[in-house]
């Protein structure tokens, strides 16, 4: 059975610093993976979305890859600004079902 | 604009009721999903739909009933025999097996008083 894991679960930063957020699932056999972003009480918006032939996507400060065979993907944020701050939450598409990580909160610090 | 829209943003429930939650669509997709949310935990899926007039129970489809009548509709009943109802609740589409990835609406609150 599929599983998705975000560590840390939580994470402060100042403003201006570039940071990681990972994702780990635990069956590599995929049809994608998508890095979401939440805001408090809101809907979800779809940052990323990275094909299981795909190796990383790019949308301007963002950065997300993916290792299909390690079962990591990665979600790279350059010059970090407190507009940033929320929930990042990852989902693997896997056998027809979406599996959710419980999610990174971020909180850049002005 | 196209997009997914949930109503209510907020709803109150008590205790032995059964509400609807509505999710519509104009995106022109075929499949829909029900997700629900509590702190701390990935979202889960309740039911999903891939086509109109059928649909599938997701991981905790207890205590809730769905229908997909039209292609853009998919409302979701929490019935009285759903013991712990309160959590954020996501509708989202895509398009057949979401191979262009999920879009998401903006969720419903539901709070038993």
């Known amino acids: 059975k599929q599983e998705v894991t975000q560590i840390p679960a939580a994470l402060s930063v100042p403003e201006g610093e570039n940071l990681v957020l990972n994702c780990s699932f635990t069956d590599s056999a995929i049809y994608n993976l998508q890095w979401f972003r939440q805001d408090p009480g809101k809907g979800l918006t779809s940052l990323l979305l990275i094909q299981s032939s795909q190796r990383e996507q790019t949308s301007g400060r963002l950065n997300a890859s993916l290792d299909k065979s390690s079962g990591r993907s990665t979600l790279y944020i350059a010059a970090s600004q407190p507009g940033d701050s929320a929930t990042y939450l990852c989902a693997v598409d896997s056998n027809y079902q979406l599996i959710w990580g419980a999610g990174t909160k971020l909180i850049i610090k002005p | 604009d196209g997009g997914i829209t949930q109503s209510p943003k907020y709803l109150f429930r008590k205790e032995g009721q059964n509400v609807t939650l509505s999710c519509e669509q104009n995106?022109?997709?075929?499949?829909m999903y029900w997700y629900r949310q509590d702190p701390g935990q990935g979202l889960r899926l309740i039911y999903y739909s891939q086509i109109v007039n059928d649909f599938q129970k997701g991981d905790i489809a207890e205590g809730y009933s769905v229908s997909r009548e039209k292609k853009e509709s998919f409302p979701l009943t929490v019935t009285s025999a759903q013991k712990n109802p309160t959590a954020f609740y996501l509708c989202?589409?895509?398009?057949?097996?979401?191979?262009?990835?999920?879009?998401f609406g903006s969720g419903t609150r539901l709070t038993v008083v």
């Open positions: 989202a589409s895509s398009i057949e097996q979401d191979y262009y990835g999920y879009t």
């Open positions: 995106l022109n997709h075929d499949a």
